[in-house]
């Protein structure tokens, strides 16, 4: 979220605090803000309206009641948590602070998305009937700490990824998940967690979704989206050879998991964003909705129609700075006094899917759900 | 089939019959052979050495009997039949008579499937884990006899569509299913059969599939094969577009029929194959193969293999006659002494996996399967 935080105007960095000691200096240095030695003080900081938390998914809960506590609004990334318990947790400790958790970003924040739904919401192509999301990435050799390659600490694709793809399909699809079946891949004995799965889920209307993920890093499915990675950049072919090939060079864990966290900010290997202005939108992959009258394809620069008529595009502009549909949220929420589409229960009902994809994937069968939450707009 | 018939020098066409008289006379005047007045006389007639039945599918199980009655080897086409039982009267009339079915054409006989199956065979790319195949076609608004628009007389998607997708997703995955979960659309009241579904089978191995399929005639998945259409030629965008305003000029049922009949050989706006060569492979969509060591994209010119290397492209060569690989089938079986892959109790496992389809979309959860059959070779 840098890049946005950095350029959106909206945004101000005010204080922050990090474990590695460099990003924290670093953080003091770029952004003249309070470099703290706390996450507490973070928190306490009067000058501090929102937080946001990125830490690993497992410390979310404690982190979001800390801001709680202090009276803060607070933006937790995906997953929200690896347990239902814990984003209750979440959700009530913001009620009872009256602040608002807002769980982002994900690319369901993304223009064509919302786009997409606005689309649907004018009606003009009557009931959605089916969705069909594909991502084939790299996702599992990207260098790793290794709890992200433990499910049980909220590793593999579905904790990170069905995360982004599951909360696209349920904006597209109005929200309500009736059930989940769902298949999951294991396939790589020195990576052992989840890299892949296939998901169908049926929404209460009788709508229903097929979603296919692949982070094993080779077939790469920007080639369906016009060579545009996800951060909305081009991107070569061959990517995905490359990552598989760099990864084996790292000699281990310890070795991976510093590969890793040199390459965020404050690292040596941070790559700073080059400030350009994107010529077309992040995505997650190839998505196509079919509607009675019509179906709509998702691409890097908006949105395709295919209806009776033919085929048409509609182009939103991309906006200036990446990401800024995730401040546009934020503003809503605390300047013009809307609720946030990604709020507490919406995004434990993802969860809830992610969830529910594991244990499909353990048992087999349909897994029902109990927790989904409907799109508080229209 | 016609014009692999007409075109492959290894067929003669000796005899036929069809209930459209205008069909039997110009059977007799172009091909020379006996324009029969029953499909008994076509299966006496000790100059046919296979008989190809090409009559509705509920008449399938009555005409393979006859063949075998009489001794003949029998193509079929799919789907082999609406129900279990009678595949298996099929089955055991060709073993009591000695003779060889065959089911078919669909599109697992076409060559870069073929292919990829010698590339998995090979051992090259280690097991294969998951397989994604996608198809959106303009299918249910071609022009239709009433019985095609009704699932209890086998018109819709699963009968028709699914016996093409499942049959490539079970040559690739090695044919064992064991369990199927799916959902099915019926979105159009004036079309009240399936037009879409989405399916996830799991097969013995562990392996698991992603199927979808899409008739509704909006968005058009070929675009992702090269513009190259399901018969393996150029494919102009907005045919789809084009089906659906042609059908609205039909003013109803009756008149629906006849312009199909009309389509059909004999028929007055029948299109004669142009004899040219194709350059292209027939198709079903995309199809994607992910396997521990790479992933395999079929595509209409042949197998694209992502895999550590990078990208490299196999091209078999395109036959010169198009479905000529049926041919190769029933040549194999009676010149060469091989069994053929298409065989009866192989085509009813696809059958078992379509009714399964069926079958989960109306009650939910995993229908678990019993009469899967392996490829028989290599």
Request: with cysteine.
């Amino acid at each position: 979220m840098l890049p946005t935080f950095r350029r959106d105007p909206r945004v101000r960095l005010v204080a922050a605090f990090d474990p590695r000691e460099s990003a924290t200096q670093a953080f003091g240095r770029e952004f003249g803000g309070r470099a703290c030695e706390t996450a507490e003080a973070v928190c306490a900081d009067p000058a501090v309206e929102w937080v946001y938390v990125a830490t690993p998914h497992q410390m979310h809960v404690e982190h979001v009641q800390l801001a709680a506590r202090h009276g803060k609004h607070v933006i937790v990334e995906k997953p929200m948590a690896l347990a239902i318990p814990d984003c209750t947790h979440m959700i009530d400790a913001c009620r009872a602070a009256g602040t608002h958790l807002v769980v982002g970003h994900s690319h369901s924040f993304n223009t064509p998305v919302l786009h997409a739904r606005r689309l649907i919401d004018s009606g003009r192509f009557g009931a959605v009937r089916a969705i069909h999301a594909l991502n084939f990435t790299d996702f599992l050799y990207r260098p790793r700490r290794p709890e992200e390659l433990d499910t049980a600490q909220g590793g593999g694709v579905v904790f990170s990824q069905a995360a982004h793809q599951v909360e696209v399909v349920r904006l597209l699809g109005g929200g309500l998940v009736h059930s989940v079946c769902a298949r999951t891949g294991r396939w790589d004995p020195a990576r052992p967690t989840e890299g892949a799965y296939s998901a169908l889920l049926t929404f209460r209307s009788g709508a229903f979704a097929s979603l296919t993920y692949n982070g094993y890093g080779y077939y790469d499915s920007d080639a369906q989206m016009d060579g545009v990675g996800e951060m909305g950049k081009p991107k070569a072919p061959g990517t995905h050879q490359q990552t598989r090939r760099k990864l084996a060079a790292a000699t281990d864990e310890a070795e991976e998991a510093r590969l890793k966290a040199e390459r965020n900010f404050g690292g040596s290997a941070y790559v700073p964003d080059d400030g350009a202005a994107p010529d077309a939108f992040q995505h997650f992959g190839p998505v196509l909705v079919s509607c009675d009258g019509g179906d709509l394809r998702l691409t890097p620069r908006g949105v395709e129609i295919h209806d009776r008529e033919g085929l048409r595009f509609d182009a939103p502009p991309v906006p200036p700075v990446p990401r800024s549909e995730v401040v546009d949220e934020l503003w809503a929420c605390t300047r013009e006094g809307r609720v946030p589409l990604h709020d507490g229960a919406w995004s434990r009902a993802t969860l809830e899917v992610c969830l529910a994809i594991l244990e499909s994937a353990r048992g087999g069968g349909d897994i029902i759900l109990g927790l989904q939450t409907e799109l508080p707009f229209p």
